[in-house]
């Protein structure tokens, strides 16, 4: 289960860094709203998935309150999953 929430580890902080740095300044640049609405369902579904995984496998990986509170609060920081991922989630 582990390998899974680094998959959606990984692609949450893809999907956010597209939408923060293609998809909104291609909305407030052109004014074409088209890339958001494609990326930010998606997003969205891996954020809520992310947030689940991780509240689901902390007895299993044994973060402490301190770490739990760094992996829930890295979903929100562009780049933060990666962070996880690298710190967290090694094999």
Request: aromatic content about 18%; glycine content about 6%.
């Amino acid at each position: 289960m582990v390998i899974f929430f680094r998959l959606i580890a990984f692609l949450e902080g893809v999907s956010y860094l597209l939408l923060l740095f293609v998809a909104v300044p291609i909305k407030y640049l052109y004014g074409d709203p088209q890339y958001v609405k494609l990326l930010g369902m998606p997003h969205g579904l891996l954020f809520l998935a992310y947030v689940v995984l991780a509240i689901w496998l902390r007895p299993d990986i044994k973060w402490n309150q301190k770490d739990f509170l760094i992996v829930l609060v890295a979903s929100i920081i562009p780049f933060g999953t990666f962070y996880v991922e690298k710190k967290y989630l090694k094999s």
